[in-house]
């Protein structure tokens, strides 16, 4: 009976230990099948993912390479073919981008050009340097001569607008005196204003530091604010107004004009759009002024706007950093 | 007045030319002309101008190399030069002091504002 008992207690030892030992091997080998799936499915999902950020920075170089025969390696297979296409319609954007920036560049010269000599010769003309003119032929003359600075501008504009989308016009950065900016501008304008029997005034703080910006470049934002005021006031005055925070500088131009509709001031900020009505009808001008002086005052990291209503003028404004580094 | 005074203009364009000889031509100015970047070196060299107006884009060397290569010149380069360029690009201006013009001007530029520019530079050297 002791036997017996001695006997299935042995038994039961050893099929502990195998059962124990079963165990042991079947969990060994569970972490190393886990370990080795994980391996081979994160590992290239890993890869297919650091190629994909590479592409999404613009790197087209390289392949991702993953030897699996499952989906993964299909996915691979189609992030690589995907990252050819982009690659090349990348290529083809940069070609035609390039083409458009030479374009450009090529029209600037030849438009001038002949601009140059047509009004070069009519200024001579006009001075009297190939004998005196005739009473009636000087106001056609000076027709003449407006008329080919006006198309002038608009080849400016034209080309300016085109240059900052293609990104060609980068900002030369220098310090400026905003007192000096202004005078330049009023002096471009007086005579405009002048010829309008317009008041004008500019107001600016006194003391200010130097600024930093691109001068040429927010002047010429400027001018187009107090050349469009002008150009829609008949009556009244133009004021030219600058306020100044430790960070910002503000420019304003109020102008005694029609005004603009609430609906049409956010468009007029967009290229070729005037505000609609009978009022710009009558008036010469690209539609390029505003988007213009919004570009540049977007590249300054400025901002943008006008306050108006119908019939009560209007007021535009932006805003520059004071010191752009 | 100042008919003593020469200015040798460098320009590839004929009808620009034309302006400038009528121009300087009734401020009493002589004009000697040159039309291109290597020509411009040799004439300066023999003629020795009082004033060289630059243009910026010409034929086989450019306004910018021209006006190197007079400056290099030690018997040359007290001549002022003023360099004439189609509209101002940002960087043009920069490019042409660099390249060790004296002045610059935009085309298309006034020819008032221009002959200005001219006397102010040659009353300076009196």
């Known amino acids: 009976m002791v036997n017996g008992v001695d006997a299935s207690r042995d038994t039961y ?29 994160i590992k290239p999902v890993r890869e297919i993912d650091e190629r994909l950020n590479r592409i999404a920075a613009g790197d087209f170089s390289q392949k991702v390479v993953v030897a699996n025969r499952d989906e993964l390696g299909a996915l691979a297979q189609h992030v690589n073919l995907a990252c050819e296409e982009l690659k090349e319609l990348y290529q083809r954007l940069e070609d035609a981008s390039r083409h458009k920036s030479q374009f450009l560049a090529n029209m600037s010269h030849e438009l001038r050009t002949p601009l140059n000599a047509i009004l070069g ?23 003449m001569q407006s008329n080919g600075k006006h198309l002038l501008g608009l080849i400016n504009d034209i080309l300016d607008l085109s240059k900052i989308e293609a990104g060609q016009l980068s900002l030369s950065l220098g310090d400026y005196s905003v007192d000096e900016l202004v005078r330049g501008v009023y002096g471009a304008v007086e005579s405009l204003a002048a010829e309008k029997k317009l ?4 107001r600016i703080p006194p003391g200010l530091p130097p600024a930093r910006g691109d001068e040429r470049r927010l002047a010429q934002a400027l001018l187009n604010l107090v050349g469009n005021a002008i150009k829609f006031t008949d009556k009244g005055e133009i004021a030219i107004e600058v306020a100044a925070n430790e960070e910002n500088y503000t420019f304003s131009v109020r102008d005694t004009g029609p005004g603009i509709a609430k609906a049409d001031q956010a468009k007029i900020f967009e290229e070729f759009r005037q505000g609609d009505g009978s009022i710009t009808k009558t008036k010469m001008g690209s539609g390029l002024g505003l988007a213009i002086a919004k570009r540049i005052v977007e590249m300054h990291g400025g901002r943008i706007w006008v306050d108006s209503n119908p019939g009560a003028g209007a007021t535009f404004s932006f805003t520059a950093p004071a010191r752009i580094e | 007045m ?4 020469t200015i040798l203009v460098v320009e590839d364009q004929e009808d620009n030319r034309q302006i400038l000889r ?19 070196l ?10 060289i107006l630059m243009d910026i884009q010409l034929p086989l060397v450019d306004g910018y190399e021209a006006t190197r290569n ?22 043009d201006e920069q490019k042409a002091r660099e390249a060790g013009c004296d002045a610059y001007m935009a085309k298309p530029y006034s020819p008032r504002a221009l002959l200005a520019r001219i006397e102010q530079f040659l009353d300076q050297r009196l």
């Open chain 2, 70 to 91: 007079i400056k290099r010149d030690p018997e040359l380069k007290d001549i002022p030069i003023i360099a004439v360029t189609s509209y101002a690009l940002s960087g």
């Open chain 2, 22 to 40: 009528d121009l300087l031509g009734s401020a009493g100015l002589r004009m000697i002309e040159a039309h291109d970047g290597e020509e411009a």
């Open chain 1, 199 to 202: 008041a004008i005034s500019t």
């Open chain 1, 121 to 143: 010769f009519g200024e001579l003309m006009l001075d009297g340097v190939y004998g005196d003119i005739p009473d009636r032929m000087r106001t056609p003359l000076e027709r």
């Open chain 1, 13 to 41: 030892e050893t099929s502990r230990v195998y059962v124990v030992a079963f165990a042991l091997a079947g969990f060994l080998l569970t972490l190393a099948l886990g370990y080795a799936i994980s391996w081979s499915i």
């Open chain 2, 2 to 5: 100042k008919t003593d005074k």
């Open chain 2, 42 to 51: 040799t004439v300066a060299q023999s003629q020795r101008p009082d004033l």
